[in-house]
């Protein structure tokens, strides 16, 4: 996209040259008007569209705080923390496995990545579900013992299948943050007298925890929206109370939408917080830390009080 | 940086035992020989510079003295002890992780790109070593760091991240943060070679103090100035050998072997 500058200009007009502040016409991008313009026209037809449909737009927040859905967000937030939990204590492990010189823990931590990033979470929630039919018992010899479908409820099925999987993505993004760290800090800290423990811990992983952090949001992210797979394993959350309460109020629609809108809301929320755990973990990589959002609203202000001061 | 440093007591030092002794060091990696029999002896309270070109092997033969890298034949002693090995009768074990760690905190080092902390302040950075190696407390740890600091001229700069110093003033950090362990022998890998033209001369004002208060320094560098006039002794290395040694000032205005002559015509 290029534009003529504008030559008619009185050359005697110019600014002559010296520390006076430049003032030119700035260039026009036509073509961001248009493309702007054509994107406008499709949002429009898009909500007409569905302006147009019998939507019982009423049924939404009607249903937004009913109990059922309440108690929906709670196990989805739950499902979601526990799973992530097992999943970060997992990957830790096998990042771990994987980096160590012990080319046998290297190898089944490798194995165990390729095995459960390789296959679908659902094919894998499935699994769990169904192992009853080929166990009838689990014994864990002296402890425990039980019949196998007493013992793999739908929370556990959900929590092994979501954790074990998210473990295996986990170990990867913990990985590339372990091998992040500059090799000099490794040995500056051994040249200090420090064991390799007390490196690890104290230099190697909070430098890591930079590469490690803005993924693992990712990740937190994804995994409250995946808890909406488990209900399929007969476990209800969110989207399963959300359905149920469609089915029996004849507003199947509206209540995916509810459904929808609570997911953003929580996720929303999530992003909020994994923006302050990077700044945290920013710190002394860049010389000064980037504003929060509040500190930036304040800035704004103030810069135009600071404004009006001057003119 | 102008006041000088406190005088070791290095009367009391047995000066009988060199401070590091090499005995035919030979070093690969892979197929490669970098280190190929280097024989030579640091005398406690001595400084110590090794010069050459870049892959003669000066920095390998450093990094070998306090174990970062393993030698693969000869012995390397630092005040009398084995480096990396225990001997009982003529077997050789090789030492633990936990005693490895634990002679290194007699040994500081100063890196070419410094590798201060990035995630802690500078003081945050010499108390570091002092409180997780030692379990000095921290309050304590601090003291002395500040001390140190003072001493590098950057008491202003304690709270500062290394991404907020400049090149020398990390270096000069780094070289605090070796200090703080109290070594009896101080190891720098090229520390002003990564620094601007301008900054050199305060880092090789530091070491030069270091110098004057007895520190035994082994000093790896390109500075020729530094080391004809704070160095005891001086080596050339090339090619993984040491090609010619001896005092730095004779060395390096009336060099004998034709190798260092026109190493010297180069870099002078």
């Given at each position: 996209?290029?534009?003529?500058?504008?030559?008619?200009?009185?050359?005697?007009?110019?600014?002559?040259?010296?520390?006076?502040?430049?003032?030119?016409i700035?260039?026009?991008?036509?073509?961001?008007?248009?493309?702007?313009?054509?994107?406008?026209?499709?949002?429009?037809?898009?909500?007409?569209?569905?302006?147009?449909g019998?939507?019982?737009?009423?049924?939404?927040?009607?249903?937004?705080?009913?109990?059922?859905i309440?108690?929906?967000?709670?196990?989805?937030?739950?499902?979601?923390?526990?799973?992530?939990?097992?999943?970060?204590?997992?990957?830790?492990?096998?990042?771990?496995?994987?980096?160590?010189?012990?080319p046998v823990?290297s190898?089944?931590?490798?194995?165990?990545i390729?095995?459960?990033?390789?296959?679908?979470?659902?094919?894998?929630?499935?699994?769990?579900f169904?192992?009853?039919?080929?166990?009838?018992?689990?014994?864990?010899?002296?402890?425990?013992?039980?019949?196998?479908?007493?013992?793999?409820?739908?929370?556990?099925?959900?929590?092994?299948?979501?954790?074990?999987?998210?473990?295996?993505?986990?170990?990867?993004?913990?990985?590339?943050?372990?091998?992040s760290?500059?090799?000099?800090?490794?040995?500056?800290?051994?040249?200090?007298?420090?064991?390799?423990?007390?490196?690890?811990?104290?230099?190697?992983?909070?430098?890591?925890?930079?590469?490690?952090?803005?993924?693992?949001?990712n990740?937190?992210?994804?995994?409250?929206?995946?808890?909406s797979?488990?209900?399929?394993v007969?476990?209800?959350?969110?989207?399963?109370?959300?359905?149920?309460?469609?089915?029996?109020?004849?507003?199947?629609?509206?209540?995916?939408?509810?459904a929808?809108?609570?997911?953003?809301?929580?996720?929303?929320?999530?992003?909020?917080g994994?923006?302050?755990?990077e700044?945290?973990?920013?710190?002394?990589?860049?010389?000064?830390?980037?504003?929060?959002?509040?500190?930036?609203?304040?800035?704004?202000?103030?810069?135009?009080?600071?404004?009006k001061?001057?003119? | 940086?102008?006041?000088?440093?406190?005088?070791?007591?290095?009367?009391?030092r047995?000066?009988?035992?060199?401070?590091?002794?090499?005995?035919?060091?030979?070093k690969?990696?892979?197929?490669?020989?970098?280190?190929?029999?280097?024989?030579l002896?640091?005398?406690?309270?001595?400084?110590?510079?090794?010069?050459?070109?870049?892959?003669s092997?000066?920095?390998?033969?450093?990094?070998?003295?306090?174990?970062?890298?393993?030698?693969?034949?000869?012995?390397?002693?630092?005040?009398?002890?084995?480096?990396?090995?225990?001997?009982?009768?003529?077997?050789?074990?090789?030492?633990?992780?936990?005693?490895?760690?634990?002679?290194?905190?007699?040994?500081?080092m100063v890196?070419?790109?410094?590798?201060?902390?990035?995630?802690?302040t500078?003081?945050?950075?010499?108390?570091e070593?002092?409180?997780?190696?030692?379990?000095?407390?921290?309050?304590?740890?601090?003291?002395?760091?500040?001390?140190?600091?003072?001493?590098?001229?950057?008491?202003?700069?304690?709270?500062?991240?290394?991404?907020?110093?400049?090149g020398?003033?990390?270096?000069?950090?780094?070289?605090?943060?070796?200090?703080?362990?109290?070594?009896?022998?101080?190891?720098?890998?090229?520390?002003?070679?990564?620094?601007?033209?301008?900054?050199?001369?305060?880092?090789?004002?530091?070491?030069?103090?270091?110098?004057?208060?007895?520190?035994?320094?082994?000093v790896?560098?390109?500075?020729?100035?530094?080391?004809?006039?704070?160095?005891?002794?001086?080596?050339?290395?090339?090619?993984?050998?040491?090609?010619?040694?001896?005092?730095?000032?004779?060395?390096?205005?009336?060099?004998?072997?034709?190798?260092?002559?026109?190493?010297?015509?180069?870099?002078?």
């Amino acid at each position: 996209m290029t534009v003529d500058i504008d030559k008619t200009a009185d050359p005697q007009g110019a600014p002559p040259a010296g520390p006076q502040a430049i003032k030119a016409i700035p260039v026009r991008h036509y073509g961001r008007y248009v493309s702007a313009l054509i994107a406008l026209a499709i949002l429009a037809a898009i909500l007409y569209a569905f302006s147009q449909g019998k939507i019982n737009w009423q049924a939404v927040p009607d249903y937004f705080f009913d109990d059922r859905i309440m108690t929906g967000v709670g196990k989805t937030l739950l499902l979601t923390v526990l799973s992530m939990l097992i999943g970060i204590v997992g990957g830790i492990i096998l990042a771990v496995m994987r980096l160590s010189k012990n080319p046998v823990t290297s190898a089944i931590a490798w194995f165990y990545i390729w095995f459960f990033r390789g296959t679908p979470v659902l094919v894998q929630l499935f699994v769990w579900f169904n192992l009853g039919l080929v166990f009838e018992y689990i014994n864990l010899m002296p402890f425990y013992k039980d019949y196998w479908s007493n013992f793999m409820t739908p929370l556990l099925t959900a929590l092994l299948g979501l954790g074990l999987n998210e473990a295996a993505y986990m170990a990867e993004i913990c990985r590339a943050g372990l091998l992040s760290v500059d090799e000099g800090q490794t040995e500056a800290a051994h040249a200090l007298g420090m064991s390799h423990g007390k490196t690890l811990r104290r230099i190697i992983i909070p430098q890591a925890m930079r590469v490690i952090v803005p993924p693992t949001g990712n990740e937190v992210i994804n995994m409250l929206k995946t808890t909406s797979l488990v209900s399929a394993v007969q476990f209800s959350e969110l989207f399963r109370y959300a359905q149920d309460i469609g089915q029996i109020s004849g507003a199947p629609v509206e209540m995916y939408f509810l459904a929808a809108a609570w997911y953003l809301i929580l996720t929303s929320v999530l992003s909020v917080g994994q923006y302050y755990i990077e700044r945290y973990y920013a710190r002394g990589s860049t010389r000064n830390l980037p504003p929060t959002p509040w500190q930036r609203v304040k800035g704004h202000l103030m810069s135009f009080s600071s404004r009006k001061v001057t003119a | 940086m102008t006041d000088k440093l406190p005088q070791q007591d290095t009367a009391a030092r047995d000066t009988s035992v060199p401070m590091v002794k090499a005995e035919g060091v030979h070093k690969s990696f892979g197929q490669v020989e970098v280190l190929k029999g280097i024989d030579l002896e640091v005398k406690p309270g001595e400084v110590f510079c090794l010069i050459g070109p870049s892959g003669s092997g000066k920095s390998t033969f450093l990094r070998c003295i306090n174990h970062l890298e393993k030698i693969n034949a000869g012995r390397l002693y630092v005040d009398g002890e084995l480096v990396g090995y225990r001997q009982q009768g003529d077997k050789l074990y090789e030492l633990r992780d936990r005693e490895v760690a634990m002679k290194r905190r007699n040994i500081g080092m100063v890196f070419q790109r410094f590798n201060l902390f990035p995630h802690m302040t500078a003081v945050e950075n010499v108390m570091e070593a002092p409180v997780q190696v030692k379990g000095m407390n921290k309050a304590e740890a601090k003291e002395r760091a500040m001390q140190l600091l003072e001493r590098v001229g950057l008491a202003d700069r304690a709270g500062h991240y290394p991404s907020q110093l400049s090149g020398g003033q990390q270096q000069r950090v780094a070289i605090a943060r070796a200090l703080a362990m109290d070594p009896k022998l101080m190891l720098f890998d090229e520390p002003t070679s990564a620094l601007d033209p301008e900054l050199v001369g305060d880092v090789l004002d530091v070491m030069r103090d270091l110098a004057e208060s007895g520190m035994t320094m082994v000093v790896v560098t390109h500075e020729m100035g530094f080391a004809r006039e704070v160095g005891d002794s001086l080596v050339f290395m090339d090619g993984g050998v040491v090609v010619e040694s001896g005092n730095p000032r004779e060395v390096l205005t009336n060099p004998q072997h034709e190798r260092t002559k026109s190493f010297l015509s180069k870099v002078l």
